[in-house]
Every structure is written in C-alpha cells, then in structure tokens.
C-alpha cells in the first residue's frame, strides 16, 4: 500500500536551536496534514497543505510542501521546550479515502 | 470544538475476553477512524467508517471489528483479546476526507 516515510525518527536539540522533519512519498499526493502529538497526550492537527510549492507559517512553525507534492517538510525556528513531543505528517492521495500516516519524529529539546 | 471522547483512558482485560472500546463525537462528522499507536510503529488505522452503518477495513482489521449504529458512535470490538493487542488505541473522526483529523484521548489497552 501508499507509504509515507518521515526522517528522523528522533532529533534532540538544545533550546534556540532549530528542527526540521521530512516527510516523503513516492507517488503524488492530493494533500498533506501535520499533527503534533505531546508526551502522554493525543495528537493534535496543526496544518493542511494543498497546493504545490505551498508554503504556511503559524508563529515560529513553517509547512512546506513540495512543487511535485510528493514530499513535505515542518521546520521550527528557534526551538522551546514546549516544542516537545511527536510530529506525524499524514498524506492523502487523489481517489484516496484515509489518511496514511508517517511513523513521527519525536522532538526532545535539552534546556 | 469538536470533541471526540473515548469512553475509558485505562483498560485491563485477560486473554480471551471481548472488548467493547467505545468513540462517541459531538460535532455531527462523517467520518470516523479507529487507529492503534505503538512506539516506532505510527499510527496504523484499523477500520474506518464514512456513514452509519458502513464499515471499511484499514491496514490492520485482523482480531477487530467495528460497528457504527449511530452518527456519533463508532465502536471497537476486540473479539478475542490477545497479548499482543496490548497497546494505546485512538478514535477520530473529521468532517469530510480533506479535513484534519480529530483524536480522542486514546485507551492504554492492557491484555494480560
């Protein structure tokens, strides 16, 4: 079946420091989401992306996603220790029904 | 907001015995998923339903069953838990396919 594959799988940075996931897929995607899941909790919708080249900001977090929609970065400016916990991209291809989503970068950022 | 609310956040159940896990959301979607979470392994969706009624099997449907008599509910059935169900299992639900997903709590699962 349809795959995305996210890298890493964990980043530990200092606080102020940057992060960066990717997420890729070997086929052409209809769209691609971003949940953020903290340490315990659930995870949460942060994003949709939809167009290719799109790009979208909220605060110090920016979404990208590729011009041949096959691939997706999160990248964080300046990191917090509220930062931590777990990114998922989840993928959706045209005709698909669900999202697929990819295993997660756990992000743990050292005060 | 919508609320998806998982109706335990712990469960204890011996091998063998059948398991009600239940979802209910207040926002009137759809759509609504039942994934499990394991460490390294993601998210890997069960089963989902887009109506009352309707079923569909997702990546791992083997040992589940689901059942959706209601818009707002959508029930998990373990039929006969086994040791290696243990794990974190997450209701969603989202109003149509190209919109974020809303996740329950979660039930941490424990089958001894």
């Known amino acids: 079946g349809q795959q995305v594959m996210q890298i890493p799988q964990y980043q530990h940075v200092q606080e102020g420091e940057d992060f960066t996931t990717y997420c890729n897929s070997s086929?052409?995607?209809?769209?691609i989401q971003w949940y953020k899941q903290r340490p315990g909790g659930h995870p949460v919708f942060l994003i949709q992306?939809?167009?290719?080249?799109e790009v979208k900001k909220q605060k110090r977090l920016t979404f990208q996603f590729g011009e041949a929609k096959k691939n997706s970065s999160l990248h964080i400016t300046a990191t917090q220790t509220t930062d931590v916990g777990t990114y998922f991209c989840?993928?959706?291809?045209?005709?698909?029904?669900?999202?697929?989503f990819g295993a997660g970068t756990i992000l743990r950022v050292k005060s | 907001d919508v609320k998806v609310t998982q109706s335990s956040r712990y469960l204890v159940k011996r091998t063998g015995e059948k398991v009600f896990l239940e979802c209910v959301q207040d926002?009137?979607?759809?759509?609504m998923f039942w994934y499990r979470q394991d460490p390294g392994l993601g998210l890997r969706l069960i089963y989902f339903?887009?109506?009352?009624?309707?079923?569909e099997k997702g990546d791992i449907p083997e040992g589940y069953s689901v059942s959706r008599e209601k818009k707002e509910r959508f029930s998990l059935i373990l039929e006969s838990a086994s040791t290696n169900q243990t794990s974190m299992y997450l209701c969603?639900?989202?109003?149509?396919?190209?919109?974020?997903?809303?996740f329950g709590s979660g039930t941490r699962l424990t089958v001894v």
């Open positions: 969603a639900s989202s109003l149509w396919d190209v919109y974020g997903y809303t």
């Open positions: 086929t052409t995607l209809s769209n």
């Open positions: 992306l939809v167009k290719s080249g």
């Open positions: 989840a993928g959706l291809w045209e005709y698909g029904n669900k999202l697929v």
């Open positions: 926002m009137d979607h759809e759509n």
């Open positions: 339903s887009y109506d009352v009624k309707m079923k």
